[in-house]
């Protein structure tokens, strides 16, 4: 099966920026699917935040929307989220997934915490 892990999560104030990375096992080129990226924050459900598609198309929601930025390198077959303009309510662990606007597979990854103080 192919692996996702995230990276790039850290401890930052509001208005802070941070970059996280989603590398997978995937080695077959070219790359087939859309990537996806969600987050839970404690004590909620796993919510949608932003997926990229096959061709460079990206998509967010609404909460994220203008200060997130979703992109990939399909060379790498890694899958980056630039966050800018970090706020309390962005506290989460954010999951990558192969899918567009859903994962794929039936499993995720150990995920990347993200904590923004205000």
């Known amino acids: 099966q192919v692996q996702v892990v995230e990276t790039g999560g850290g401890s930052v104030q509001a208005g802070a920026s941070l970059r996280l990375s989603c590398a997978t096992s995937e080695r077959r080129t070219p790359v087939l699917y859309a990537m996806s990226w969600f987050r839970q924050a404690s004590g909620n459900e796993r919510e949608f935040v932003a997926a990229?598609?096959?061709?460079?198309?990206?998509h967010y929601s609404d909460s994220v929307k203008g200060r997130f930025t979703i992109s990939r390198d399909k060379t790498k077959n890694t899958a980056y989220l630039q966050m800018n303009s970090l706020k309390h309510e962005d506290t989460a662990v954010y999951y990558c997934?192969?899918?567009?606007?859903?994962?794929?597979?039936?499993?995720w990854g150990q995920g990347t915490q993200v904590t923004v103080s205000s």
């Open positions: 997934a192969r899918g567009w606007m859903k994962n794929d597979d039936d499993y």
């Open positions: 990229i598609s096959v061709s460079g198309f990206p």
